[in-house]
């Protein structure tokens, strides 16, 4: 591992294993970032400035900035606005993965300090930097803007990759030129922060984003809330990219001695693409961030698509049963197994009355978990713990519980009746962290839990906190000492964060969570937009994907059963669907897709990904593929998006192989009557990467049921 190196009196270099992070920062001055990229040497770095690079601020403050985009914005106590940071210190710092270095600026007028924190991790090629904003002064400071760090980039042929949606259309992709004026991003649902938006984007620097070309800046804000993502462009030499929780509504009192901290930004850089950043990124948060991340995850079935809110004991026992014959590990039990007074038959009722109805399980949670083990599989249960219903015991019991604005009354959301705890209160914290821990307590072998959040807040108030603007940062500051003791008790426990779907998709909230419900929409077709612009960032490995039935439930498309395995693959595998109501085909065709997951699940959970043809380019087919990093194995995706008359498609490409090595062509997952041409033979990694390979456009099953969408899975091994 690189050593810090400090070139300059004041200049302070960071280092990954291919990136350049060069801090100016000498006492007195205002601290500066002067260049960020791929490495360079130190000769080259004392020539920066004769290469005309100059600084830019590091945390820029308002009120002797201009007109200039700023990071942190302030009222003192005599209502001024102004705020000049100047360095006092740095401090430069080793820990097991990489580096820190914290810069600490003064203002010299009034008792305001920032810490800016530098994290590198050397080998995921990441830099976290986030802000420690103090108040050393005897009256309150109220803090307008504390975003999470500021990043310039050069002007010229920039753009700009991020991702959008709704609910059951999620990680869609868009792509953009960086122009004159300001691109904003934000998002203020509160509760769930990646539906519409993403808290992530990529920056490429040589024109139109390419997959496994170019250079790319990549950046994520590690939070569950309200963010802000700006992109200002004016009229000087640089985009001013600020990151942060979102402002807006939200000022913080900050209290004599208190210190604010920001949520963590993570940036990375990369000369391979999009792909490469997200390479980086799938490493550090597998490693660093992610729930277990070191672990296989297990096939399950999830109730949800195929009983709804019908759950009995003889349902139950017959999916397990089902998923048990077909491979799988585990059975999930989705909405509608508890409440007494107000039985869960639908959405309307129950939310925060975690106790079993006997009408529906007689033998309680323990019976099913019992189910469970004679079928050889483990058990898991839904709950949603933030929230309640009007129609509820708990509701009855607490209605000063819930978000609720002074004055006002309450505001609903799903089902007319839901609302949303206030995680502020201690009170509620208790009673959420007594949700897990009475289930885990009374069925200590639960292996899973799906925790969903269906509801943003609609109503801005707390009936617990003094300050209602605080209620954006209390609200996650007790979600996170919540979770902290939960997975302080149950280490182990695998836990999914769903949240209508997509909404939690998001670092801050998976460092205590296994995986996330990437949509609603388990449609197939769909489905390989939602995961490609939802794997920018996130691994496989945390994106749960399953085999749905057909027609879909959400599009009420048709695809065949091999697309759908051949989509839900590709992530973490998984199904929603009845069992019963599949053909005696569609089972022995899961069972052999299941077996065949289990075969590649190392790598598609822990390999290095490359996505190739993407979807959103009009090709007609997208591909991707997850290699080794020992390059020794590699399996390949490919999907076709549309059925036309008279088609024409370019040879299968491949990516991220060792070009002197041979590879060796088996077809998973295969529903043709014949073998590809390509079976069993092998093929250079440079010949596969450079020509490619000729794909037949359809399946041909020898039932001769042809589907209009098609695709393929290959596993390629090196000799």
């Excluded at 705020?83 to 740095?90: A, I």
């Excluded at 000492?481 to 209508?500: E, V, W």
């Excluded at 043809?613 to 549309?642: C, I, N, R, T």
């Excluded at 990467?689 to 020898?702: I, Q, T």
């Amino acid at each position: 591992m690189k050593l810090l190196l400090t070139i300059l009196a004041g200049i302070t270099i960071l280092g990954t294993k291919s990136t350049t992070l060069v801090i100016d920062a000498r006492q007195g001055n205002e601290a500066q970032i002067v260049y960020y990229g791929s490495t360079v040497c130190p000769d080259d770095i004392n020539g920066l400035a004769a290469a005309g690079y100059r600084g830019n601020s590091l945390y820029p403050a308002f009120g002797l900035k201009g007109a200039d985009e700023t990071a942190i914005s302030v009222v003192q106590p005599d209502g001024s606005l102004t705020l000049d940071l100047k360095v006092s210190e740095v401090i430069t710092e080793k820990w097991e993965g990489g580096q820190t270095v914290t810069v600490i600026s003064k203002d010299p007028v009034y008792p305001i300090s920032v810490k800016n924190v530098f994290k590198s991790y050397y080998e995921q090629d990441i830099i976290e930097t986030w802000a420690e904003i103090g108040n050393e002064g005897r009256k309150p400071v109220t803090l307008t803007k504390y975003f999470s760090g500021h990043m310039p980039v050069h002007t010229g042929n920039v753009w700009l990759s991020s991702i959008y949606g709704t609910w059951a259309n999620e990680g869609r992709v868009c792509q953009e030129p960086l122009t004159r004026g300001i691109k904003l991003i934000k998002n203020l649902d509160g509760v769930r922060n990646s539906h519409t938006a993403h808290a992530e984007a990529m920056i490429s620097l040589d024109g139109k984003p390419q997959e496994n070309s170019g250079r790319v800046i990549g950046l994520a804000l590690e939070w569950g809330g309200n963010y802000e993502l700006r992109f200002q462009t004016d009229d000087s030499d640089y985009h001013h990219v600020l990151a942060g929780i979102c402002p807006e509504n939200a000022p913080y009192t900050l209290a004599k001695g208190e210190i604010f901290t920001t949520p963590a930004l993570a940036y990375s850089f990369s000369q391979e693409g999009l792909s490469g950043i997200s390479r980086n990124f799938h490493k550090w948060g597998r490693k660093y961030r992610l729930a277990h991340g070191d672990r296989e995850r297990k096939v399950l079935l999830n109730s949800w698509e195929g009983v709804y809110f019908n759950i009995n004991e003889a349902g139950m026992d017959q999916m397990m049963g089902d998923i048990a014959s077909m491979g799988g590990e585990l059975f999930v039990m989705d909405d509608g197994w508890f409440g007494e007074k107000y039985p869960r038959k639908d959405d309307t009722t129950s939310l925060g009355d975690w106790k079993v109805d006997r009408e529906k399980l007689p033998g309680g949670i323990a019976s099913l978990v019992q189910m469970a083990d004679r079928h050889g599989i483990r058990f898991g249960i839904w709950i949603e713990p933030e929230m309640t219903n009007s129609v509820s015991e708990l509701y009855e019991a607490h209605p000063d519980w819930v978000l609720k604005a002074p004055g006002r009354d309450n505001v609903y959301g799903r089902g007319g009746t839901q609302l949303v705890l206030d995680m502020s209160n201690p009170a509620v914290q208790d009673f959420v962290f007594g949700v897990v821990d009475n289930l885990m307590t009374e069925n200590p072998s639960i292996d899973y839990i799906k925790w969903d959040s269906n509801m943003n807040i609609r109503a801005y108030g707390s009936q617990y906190l003094k300050n209602q603007a605080h209620l954006e940062i209390e609200y996650w500051r007790g979600f996170a000492k919540t979770c902290d003791r939960i997975r302080a008790k149950y280490p182990d426990l695998t836990i999914q964060a769903c949240a209508s779907g997509g909404g939690r998709a998001n670092w801050g909230v998976l460092p205590w969570f296994d995986e996330f419900w990437t949509s609603d929409n388990t449609d197939a077709l769909q489905r390989i937009h939602m995961q490609w612009g939802t794997s920018y960032f996130f691994p496989a490995i945390a994106m749960a994907a399953h085999i749905s039935a057909a027609p879909n439930h959400t599009v009420h498309r048709i695809t065949s059963i091999k697309y759908r395995c051949d989509v839900a693959s590709s992530g973490r595998l998984g199904m929603e669907i009845q069992p019963k109501n599949m053909t005696e085909f569609e089972k022995d065709f899961c069972r052999r897709v299941i077996n065949d997951y289990k075969s590649i699940r190392p790598l598609v959970q822990f390999g290095d990904i490359y996505r190739i043809v993407s979807p959103f380019d009009g090709q007609g087919f997208a591909s991707m593929m997850y290699v080794a990093p020992e390059k020794d194995k590699a399996v390949y995706y490919w999907w076709k998006l549309a059925n036309f008359h008279d088609e024409h498609f370019a040879r299968a490409v491949f990516a991220g192989l060792s070009p002197n090595r041979q590879y060796t062509i088996h077809e998973l997952n295969r529903i043709d009557a014949m073998p590809l041409q390509c079976e069993g033979k092998t093929f250079s990694g440079r010949f596969l990467m450079e020509n490619g390979l000729d794909l037949p456009k359809s399946n041909y099953p020898a039932n001769r049921e042809q589907s209009d969408w098609s695709s393929r899975v290959l596993l390629l091994t090196a000799l």
